[in-house]
């Protein structure tokens, strides 16, 4: 399998940190935020790695993570122009993912414990065609997608609601999903939503609506930087994972 992290976007809730540098190069503990997804992958046996960021940090990144070599994996960078969404983001994967190859997306302010060697190996025994989302149960689900569940198929998701007023169950979705090259055509089936930007929960909802999307709970530590005190909170917890 193939990794793609995602790590462009404004990062409006962290300003005026974000005026200084992009979000994902934000110091967490001893490292900048995107180091911890790499290590994610490399942990789980992904070493050839995708970042999609913006053109106004490209150096930044290059300058720091370079090839990867020191980090044990194979960086390729791309270049997102302008904020339109997550789905547009992952579309730019199209190309580095070849043909009947298979991926994982993080989200690069989405940090976590879990080692994720054993959710790729479920997805790998998924058919060909479907989908994969980590799920973690928080304490106001109304700020993220809301999965609610298919009554009939135990482990699949029937739809996700996106920051429902009276969530349905207390999981959300978090930035870890699993693919193959398939989506890539779901995402030329999605129009862009009121923000302008094509949204990864309506490309979600395509598979959940062909029973083709299943999911999995996180067990341990996650959480989305993207607020200043998740930020803070972070980097107490991670400070002593990398060395």
Known sequence: MK???LAGGTGS????LTRLMNKHLLPVGKYPMVCYGIDRLRQGGITDILLVISKQSAGQYTDFLGSGAEFGVSLTYKIQEAAGGIAEALELAKGFILPGERFVVLLGDNLFMDDLTPYLKQYLQQPQGTAKVLLKPVEDARRYGVPVFDSQNTGLIAYIEEKPEHPKTK???????MYDEAVFDIIRRVSPSQRGELEITDVNNIYAADRRLSYDVLKEWWSDAGTFQS???????????LP
């Open 3 to 5: 990794g793609v992290i």
């Open 171 to 177: 999981y959300c979705v978090t930035g870890i999903y």
């Open 231 to 241: 930020l803070y909170e972070a980097g107490e917890k991670l400070k002593n994972t």
């Open 13 to 16: 809730r962290l300003y005026p």
